[in-house]
C-alpha cells in the first residue's frame, strides 16, 4: 500500500484494489501455504479419525495488553478449545472486521501477533475474510476465528463421564489475564503488574496423552475463571466438586486487586491454564507431567449432597463455602 | 488469606470467654459478606448469634430514587452516571418494561458507569450541551467525594452538572434498631469505614443512650474475630462501652478534614431508606448554596417521602435483621443476583447476595 495510507479505510473492505493491496501486503503473512490466498474455499488433506470443529469470537478492549492483544488471543483461544476435546490443533480460519480509522501500524502489530501464536501453536491459518465498517459501528478490531482438530485421545473426553473419587488438577497459577485487562482498563497501577497467562495449551496435553494419562474431563479457564468451569463441570456430571481453598495458588497481585475491586478471584479470567479432571489412578502421575508447568492437586469430585450439584471451598478457617458461576454482567470485555 | 493460627487463637478465646447466650449485630455489609465468604458464622460457640444490619448504601436507597433516576435517564439532554451496583437496583416497577439503569440504557439512554464523583466533572465539561447527573448512593464514607465534587462544581460555576442524592447516615439507622421494642440486639459491631470518617463521638452517644455495647470492627477475619471477642467480653462483663477494635484506621476524631467537607455540602436530615420508614437524621440533603445542584430541584422531581414494600420479597425484614435471606420465599427463586427483586440481592455487599455466594 502507498506509504501515504495510515487508517484502514471503508475502501479497505470493498472488494476493489485497495483491499486486495491490503491483503497482499499484509495479511499474506498469515497464511503458511500462500495458495490459499484469493481462493473462495482452503482444500485440505486431513489425517483420518475424529475431527474437533469449533469456533469464536474476540471482541476484548483493550485490543493490546500486557502479555497480549487480541490477535494473540483469537488464534490462541480457539487453539485451545480445540486441546480441551483432546484434539491437535491443525488448521483455522481468521475473519476480521476493523473499523474504518483503525491505525494501519496497530493492523501490523496485531499480524505479526497471530503469526507467531499460529506458529506456537503448530497450527495453520487457511482462510479468512475482512470486512470495514464505517467508524462508530465496530471498536478497532472484531476477530472470529474457527478451527479444526485431529483427536487423539482413544476414548471421548466428556464432563458426564466424572465419578466421585475422581481429582481435580489445575495447570497453573490464577487470574493473569484477567488482572491484566483490568488493570488496562482501568488505569490501575499495581506493584505487581502481571502480563496475561495467554499459552498454548496442546502442549501440556499432549505431554499427557504421551506420558499414558487419558484425562476424564477438560476445561480452559477463559471468562468466568475457575468458578465457572468447575460450575460446568459439576452441572455436566451431576457430581459435588470439593475444593481445598488454600492449594489454589493466585497469581502475585490477585488478591490485592480483587479485595480493592470486590471481585471473586476465582472468577477472573485466565487464557492459558485449565483444569483437568483425572482418575485417582492416573491423578499422581499427570501431577509428574504436569509439573514444570506449576500443576497442583486442588480437590476432589464428591456425590452430590443436594439435588443441585455444587462447587464446594474449604477455607483456610476450616469453614466451607460455595463457589458458584459468576452473573458475567458488568464485566468488561475480555476475550 | 488471613493467617489461620491468629484466627484460630482468637475463635478459642471466643468459644473459652462466651458462657451465656449473646445475638450481635454486624452493622456492615461487607462485614457480612466476610462472615459468609470465610464461613465465621460456622466457628463461633452455639450460643453466640449473629444478624446482619442494614450497612449497604446501595440496598437502602429507596426505589422512589431509581424511579427517579430512569425518569432522568429517559430524557434525551441528561447523561445518567452512577456506581456499578447502582445500575442494577430494580426501580418500584420491577419485572414490567425499564426498570433498572441497564435496561434503561439498553434502551437508549446514556447512562455511565462511573469509578469516582470527579469524573463527572470532566463528563460535564466535555459535554456542554447535556445535563450530567450523578445518582449519588453511600455512607459517609463515599459522602466526602460527593462533597468534594460539589465544591468543585461551585468554585468551577458548572451548570450541566447536578446530583440525584442518596447519601445516607449509619448511626441513626443503628438508632432506630436500637429503639424498637421488639429488637433482639445486644451489641453492635460497627462499620469501620464510617468511623473512620465520622469519628467515635455520635457511637458514644449511642452507647450511653441504649446502654448497649459497640465496638468498632474492621473487615478482614481476624478484625470481626476480635471486635466479636472484644463485644463478648463487654456483655459478659456487663459493661456496655465502647470499644474500638479497628484502631489502626479508625482515630476517635475520624477524619477532621473529610466531616468539615461533608458538613459544609450536606445537612442531615429525616428520610426514607428502602423497606424501612423515614429514620429521624438518616439521609444527607444538601446546603443552601449547593441546592443549585440538586436535580430534584433542577427537573422539578418531589422528595421520596415513603419507603415501599416490595410484594414477595422479605428485603425490609432482613434489612432490619428480622430474618436471614434464605427465610425469605423468594431467596434464590424468584430472586437471584441477574433477576433482583430487592437490592440486597443486587450489591455486592448486600446480605442476600452474600447469602446466594456463599450458602444455599
Same mark, same amino acid.
Given at each position: 500500500?502507498?506509504?501515504?495510507?495510515?487508517?484502514?479505510?471503508?475502501?479497505?473492505?470493498?472488494?476493489?484494489?485497495?483491499?486486495?493491496?491490503?491483503?497482499?501486503? +499484509?495479511?499474506?503473512?498469515?497464511?503458511?501455504?500462500?495458495?490459499?490466498?484469493?481462493?473462495?474455499?482452503?482444500?485440505?488433506?486431513?489425517?483420518?479419525?475424529?475431527?474437533?470443529?469449533?469456533?469464536?469470537?474476540?471482541?476484548?478492549?483493550?485490543? +493490546?495488553?500486557?502479555?497480549?492483544?487480541?490477535?494473540?488471543?483469537?488464534?490462541?483461544?480457539?487453539?485451545?478449545?480445540?486441546?480441551? /476435546?483432546?484434539?491437535?490443533?491443525?488448521?483455522?480460519?481468521?475473519?476480521?472486521?476493523?473499523?474504518?480509522?483503525?491505525?494501519?501500524?496497530?493492523?501490523?502489530?496485531? *499480524?505479526?501477533?497471530?503469526?507467531?501464536?499460529?506458529?506456537?501453536?503448530?497450527?495453520?491459518?487457511?482462510?479468512?475474510?475482512?470486512?470495514?465498517?464505517?467508524?462508530?459501528? /465496530?471498536?478497532?478490531?472484531?476477530?472470529?476465528?474457527?478451527?479444526?482438530?485431529?483427536?487423539?485421545?482413544?476414548?471421548?473426553?466428556?464432563?458426564?463421564?466424572?465419578?466421585?473419587?475422581?481429582?481435580?488438577?489445575?495447570?497453573?497459577?490464577?487470574?493473569?489475564?484477567?488482572? /491484566?485487562?483490568?488493570?488496562?482498563?482501568?488505569?490501575?497501577?499495581?506493584?505487581?503488574?502481571?502480563?496475561?497467562?495467554?499459552?498454548?495449551?496442546?502442549?501440556?496435553?499432549?505431554?499427557?496423552?504421551?506420558?499414558?494419562?487419558?484425562?476424564?474431563?477438560?476445561?480452559?479457564?477463559?471468562?468466568?475463571?475457575?468458578?465457572?468451569?468447575?460450575?460446568?463441570?459439576?452441572?455436566?456430571?451431576?457430581?459435588?466438586?470439593?475444593?481445598?481453598?488454600?492449594?489454589?495458588?493466585?497469581?502475585?497481585? *490477585?488478591?490485592?486487586?480483587?479485595?480493592?475491586?470486590?471481585?471473586?478471584?476465582?472468577?477472573?479470567?485466565?487464557?492459558?491454564?485449565?483444569?483437568?479432571?483425572?482418575?485417582?489412578?492416573? /491423578?499422581?502421575?499427570?501431577?509428574?507431567?504436569?509439573?514444570?508447568?506449576?500443576?497442583?492437586?486442588?480437590?476432589?469430585?464428591?456425590?452430590?449432597?443436594?439435588?443441585?450439584?455444587?462447587?464446594?471451598?474449604?477455607?483456610?478457617?476450616?469453614? +466451607?463455602?460455595?463457589?458458584?458461576?459468576?452473573?458475567?454482567?458488568?464485566?468488561?470485555?475480555?476475550? | 488469606?488471613?493467617?489461620?493460627?491468629?484466627?484460630?487463637?482468637?475463635? %478459642?478465646?471466643?468459644?473459652?470467654?462466651?458462657?451465656?447466650?449473646?445475638?450481635?449485630?454486624?452493622?456492615?455489609?461487607?462485614?457480612?459478606?466476610?462472615?459468609?465468604?470465610?464461613?465465621?458464622?460456622?466457628?463461633?460457640?452455639? #450460643?453466640?448469634?449473629?444478624?446482619?444490619?442494614?450497612?449497604?448504601?446501595?440496598?437502602?436507597?429507596?426505589?422512589?430514587?431509581?424511579?427517579?433516576?430512569?425518569?432522568?435517564?429517559?430524557?434525551?439532554?441528561?447523561?445518567?452516571?452512577?456506581?456499578?451496583?447502582?445500575?442494577?437496583?430494580?426501580?418500584?416497577?420491577?419485572?414490567?418494561?425499564?426498570?433498572?439503569?441497564?435496561?434503561?440504557?439498553?434502551?437508549?439512554?446514556?447512562?455511565?458507569?462511573?469509578?469516582?464523583?470527579?469524573?463527572?466533572?470532566?463528563?460535564?465539561?466535555?459535554?456542554?450541551?447535556? %445535563?450530567?447527573?450523578?445518582?449519588?448512593?453511600?455512607?459517609?464514607?463515599?459522602?466526602?467525594?460527593?462533597?468534594?465534587?460539589?465544591?468543585? =462544581?461551585?468554585?468551577?460555576?458548572?451548570?450541566?452538572?447536578? &446530583?440525584?442524592?442518596?447519601?445516607?447516615?449509619?448511626?441513626? =439507622?443503628?438508632?432506630?434498631?436500637?429503639?424498637?421494642?421488639?429488637?433482639?440486639? %445486644?451489641?453492635?459491631?460497627?462499620? #469501620?469505614?464510617?468511623?473512620?470518617?465520622?469519628?467515635?463521638?455520635?457511637?458514644?452517644?449511642?452507647?450511653?443512650?441504649?446502654?448497649?455495647?459497640?465496638?468498632?470492627?474492621?473487615?478482614?477475619?481476624?478484625?470481626?474475630?476480635?471486635?466479636?471477642?472484644?463485644?463478648?467480653?463487654?456483655?459478659?462483663?456487663?459493661?456496655?462501652?465502647?470499644?474500638?477494635?479497628?484502631?489502626?484506621?479508625?482515630?476517635?476524631?475520624?477524619?477532621?478534614?473529610?466531616?468539615?467537607?461533608?458538613?459544609?455540602?450536606?445537612?442531615?436530615?429525616?428520610?426514607?431508606?428502602?423497606?424501612?420508614?423515614?429514620?429521624?437524621? #438518616?439521609?444527607?440533603?444538601?446546603?443552601?448554596?449547593?441546592?443549585?445542584?440538586?436535580?430534584?430541584?433542577?427537573?422539578?422531581?418531589?422528595?421520596?417521602?415513603?419507603?415501599?414494600? &416490595?410484594?414477595?420479597?422479605?428485603? =425490609?425484614?432482613?434489612?432490619?435483621?428480622?430474618?436471614?435471606?434464605?427465610?425469605?420465599?423468594?431467596?434464590?427463586?424468584?430472586?437471584?443476583?441477574?433477576?433482583?427483586?430487592?437490592?440486597?440481592?443486587?450489591?455486592?455487599?448486600?446480605?442476600?447476595?452474600?447469602?446466594?455466594?456463599?450458602?444455599?
Amino acid at each position: 500500500m502507498s506509504d501515504s495510507v495510515t487508517r484502514i479505510q471503508l475502501a479497505h473492505g470493498g472488494g476493489g484494489s485497495a483491499m486486495q493491496a491490503l491483503i497482499a501486503e +499484509e495479511f499474506s503473512r498469515l497464511y503458511a501455504d500462500t495458495r490459499h490466498l484469493g481462493l473462495d474455499a482452503a482444500v485440505l488433506t486431513l489425517p483420518h479419525g475424529r475431527l474437533a470443529f469449533c469456533t469464536d469470537g474476540y471482541v476484548v478492549q483493550p485490543l +493490546e495488553f500486557a502479555g497480549g492483544d487480541i490477535g494473540k488471543l483469537a488464534v490462541i483461544g480457539t487453539a485451545n478449545d480445540l486441546a480441551m /476435546a483432546g484434539a491437535r490443533p491443525l488448521h483455522l480460519s481468521v475473519a476480521l472486521i476493523l473499523e474504518e480509522g483503525l491505525p494501519l501500524p496497530l493492523l501490523q502489530r496485531l *499480524v505479526a501477533s497471530m503469526v507467531q501464536a499460529a506458529s506456537a501453536c503448530g497450527i495453520t491459518i487457511v482462510c479468512g475474510d475482512t470486512k470495514v465498517v464505517a467508524r462508530g459501528q /465496530a471498536d478497532g478490531v472484531f476477530v472470529t476465528t474457527s478451527g479444526i482438530g485431529l483427536i487423539e485421545t482413544p476414548r471421548a473426553i466428556h464432563p458426564a463421564a466424572i465419578r466421585p473419587g475422581d481429582r481435580l488438577v489445575l495447570s497453573g497459577d490464577l487470574g493473569r489475564h484477567g488482572l /491484566a485487562i483490568l488493570a488496562a482498563r482501568h488505569g490501575l497501577l499495581f506493584t505487581h503488574v502481571v502480563g496475561s497467562d495467554c499459552a498454548p495449551l496442546w502442549p501440556q496435553i499432549e505431554a499427557l496423552l504421551v506420558g499414558g494419562v487419558q484425562p476424564v474431563a477438560l476445561r480452559d479457564l477463559t471468562r468466568g475463571g475457575l468458578g465457572c468451569a468447575l460450575a460446568e463441570l459439576a452441572e455436566a456430571s451431576g457430581c459435588d466438586l470439593v475444593l481445598d481453598e488454600t492449594a489454589l495458588p493466585l497469581a502475585p497481585g *490477585v488478591e490485592a486487586a480483587c479485595a480493592l475491586l470486590g471481585l471473586e478471584p476465582l472468577h477472573l479470567a485466565n487464557e492459558g491454564r485449565f483444569v483437568a479432571v483425572l482418575t485417582p489412578r492416573e /491423578a499422581d502421575q499427570a501431577l509428574a507431567l504436569l509439573a514444570p508447568s506449576g500443576a497442583v492437586l486442588v480437590g476432589a469430585a464428591q456425590p452430590a449432597a443436594g439435588l443441585q450439584p455444587q462447587v464446594r471451598l474449604q477455607t483456610a478457617l476450616g469453614s +466451607e463455602r460455595l463457589l458458584g458461576p459468576w452473573s458475567g454482567d458488568m464485566l468488561p470485555r475480555i476475550c | 488469606m488471613p493467617d489461620p493460627v491468629a484466627v484460630r487463637s482468637a475463635l %478459642q478465646a471466643l468459644h473459652q470467654q462466651t458462657n451465656r447466650p449473646w445475638t450481635l449485630m454486624e452493622v456492615c455489609g461487607g462485614q457480612t459478606h466476610t462472615i459468609l465468604r470465610w464461613g465465621l458464622d460456622q466457628l463461633l460457640p452455639p #450460643g453466640l448469634k449473629l444478624i446482619h444490619g442494614p450497612g449497604c448504601p446501595v440496598c437502602v436507597t429507596p426505589a422512589s430514587t431509581i424511579d427517579q433516576a430512569l425518569q432522568l435517564a429517559a430524557r434525551s439532554e441528561v447523561i445518567l452516571c452512577s456506581f456499578g451496583d447502582m445500575l442494577r437496583v430494580p426501580g418500584s416497577r420491577s419485572g414490567a418494561g425499564v426498570s433498572d439503569l441497564l435496561q434503561a440504557r439498553a434502551a437508549g439512554a446514556d447512562v455511565r458507569l462511573i469509578t469516582a464523583p470527579l469524573q463527572t466533572l470532566d463528563l460535564a465539561a466535555r459535554h456542554p450541551d447535556k %445535563q450530567v447527573v450523578l445518582l449519588a448512593a453511600g455512607f459517609e464514607t463515599t459522602a466526602p467525594a460527593t462533597a468534594l465534587l460539589l465544591e468543585q =462544581a461551585r468554585r468551577l460555576a458548572v451548570d450541566n452538572l447536578s &446530583l440525584l442524592p442518596a447519601h445516607v447516615r449509619v448511626v441513626p =439507622a443503628m438508632e432506630r434498631l436500637s429503639a424498637d421494642p421488639h429488637n433482639q440486639i %445486644q451489641g453492635f459491631l460497627a462499620a #469501620g469505614h464510617v468511623a473512620a470518617v465520622m469519628g467515635t463521638a455520635e457511637l458514644e452517644a449511642l452507647v450511653q443512650r441504649h446502654r448497649l455495647p459497640v465496638v468498632v470492627c474492621g473487615f478482614d477475619p481476624l478484625e470481626l474475630l476480635l471486635a466479636l471477642l472484644a463485644c463478648v467480653q463487654l456483655l459478659e462483663a456487663g459493661a456496655p462501652r465502647l470499644v474500638n477494635a479497628y484502631g489502626a484506621v479508625v482515630r476517635s476524631q475520624g477524619n477532621p478534614a473529610a466531616r468539615l467537607l461533608v458538613q459544609q455540602v450536606f445537612a442531615a436530615a429525616d428520610g426514607p431508606w428502602r423497606g424501612l420508614s423515614p429514620i429521624s437524621q #438518616g439521609v444527607l440533603q444538601l446546603r443552601h448554596p449547593y441546592r443549585r445542584f440538586d436535580a430534584r430541584l433542577r427537573f422539578d422531581l418531589p422528595l421520596p417521602l415513603t419507603a415501599e414494600e &416490595l410484594g414477595p420479597c422479605r428485603s =425490609a425484614a432482613v434489612l432490619q435483621g428480622h430474618c436471614k435471606p434464605p427465610d425469605c420465599p423468594s431467596f434464590a427463586t424468584a430472586c437471584t443476583p441477574l433477576h433482583p427483586l430487592g437490592a440486597p440481592m443486587v450489591s455486592h455487599e448486600g446480605a442476600c447476595a452474600a447469602y446466594y455466594a456463599y450458602r444455599r
